[in-house]
């Protein structure tokens, strides 16, 4: 035989051994829903019978309808456990929720009591800086400008925080117009005779201004300063910013002293010294050294006579003088 012969002999075996393979798939398939169809149609007796074996209950049902029932009653089954479930989830994430708005809640309330407390306090202030600036006699805001301020309820906490900041807003004004006050206060102090005459100790005061009597001749004069007894040597200061009009030495009297003129009419004399450190004509700060405690002239022994004048009257100088100064002290 030929090739093509052969070939063509093994192509038919082939042919047909894959008809019959897939014909026997489908006898079994056929066979298999058969069967089941088979099962479905078959009926089935379901019988009740209660304990008193009277009214016997039975129906009669296909086995699809059988099938069908049990698998609508499995499906409702697991709907509902899985209905449970995420219900009983759901449950426990409110109840979370609800202890987190509780404990935020009362975060809240505490809030709202320091936020009171805050604007009671601030009214407090408020009356204190209106009676410090009554006292300093500046100028306030009118009442009309600040109604928005005094009808504010405590429940309405960002009302009560409007008023705060409104009361704060304010201040910052209040304070500027008390921070120009103390630097014109400021540069006033130092031009007026305010600070101790001694650097970095007080000493002490053995005579005061007034009538007294004269240590050495012990008749009753005007003693027209105060004497400030300490160690020779301590470091006389000037008590004001000034212009020294007077160096000079008097025997019988004052020993070494000078006199320094000040601003609005106030002259100060520093006697008895044992060293002058300035010059007639000289410029000189408050707080400046000029000169050091001594017992030159007519003096009993070491202190320094200092005397205050405006114009021409004498005055009390501790009248004046800050006996706490931190510049000397």
């Known amino acids: ?115 009171s407390d805050l604007l009671n306090t601030s009214r407090v202030f408020e009356e204190s800086l209106h009676s410090t600036l009554d006292s300093l006699g500046l100028e306030k805001r009118k009442e009309e400008d600040k109604g928005d301020r005094t009808g504010v309820e405590l429940g309405d906490d960002a009302a009560e925080l409007t008023a705060v900041k409104g009361l704060l807003q304010d201040s ?9 006050m103390l630097q014109a206060q400021q540069s006033l102090i130092v031009e007026l005779p305010t600070i101790w005459p001694l650097r970095d100790v007080r000493g002490y005061v053995t005579s005061y201004f007034g009538p007294t009597t004269h240590p050495f001749t012990k008749h009753w004069y005007l003693h027209k300063g105060i004497d400030i007894a300490y160690s020779r040597g301590t470091k006389v200061v000037s008590t004001a910013d000034g ?68 114009g021409t009257q004498v005055v009390d100088p501790q009248r004046y003088l800050d006996f706490n100064s931190s510049k000397n002290f």
């Open 243 to 310: 212009k020294v009009i007077e160096k000079a030495f008097d025997v019988n009297g004052y020993g070494n002293y000078i006199v320094i003129k000040h601003k609005y009419g106030f002259y100060t004399r520093y006697a008895h010294m044992d060293k002058v450190y300035v010059k007639e004509g000289q410029n000189v700060q408050q707080g400046e050294v000029i000169g050091t405690l001594g017992s030159t002239g007519l003096s009993t022994g070491p202190h320094l006579h200092y005397e205050v004048r405006i």
């Open 172 to 180: 910052l004004e209040y304070f500027d117009q008390i921070a120009k």
């Open 1 to 115: 035989m030929s090739p093509v012969h052969h070939y063509k002999r093994a192509e038919k075996r082939f042919v047909e051994r894959v008809l019959r393979f897939f014909s026997s798939i489908g006898d079994f398939f056929a066979k298999f829903f058969g069967a089941i169809a088979g099962f479905f149609r078959q009926q089935v007796t379901v019988m009740l019978v209660p304990h008193s074996e009277r009214n016997i209950f039975n129906f009669r049902i296909s086995a699809f309808s059988m099938v069908v029932v049990i698998f609508l009653i499995v499906c409702m089954v697991l709907t509902f456990i899985l209905y449970s479930t995420r219900f009983t989830g759901v449950s426990d994430l409110l109840t979370d929720k609800t202890q987190v708005l509780e404990q935020r809640d009362a975060d809240l309330e505490v809030i709202r009591d320091q936020i």
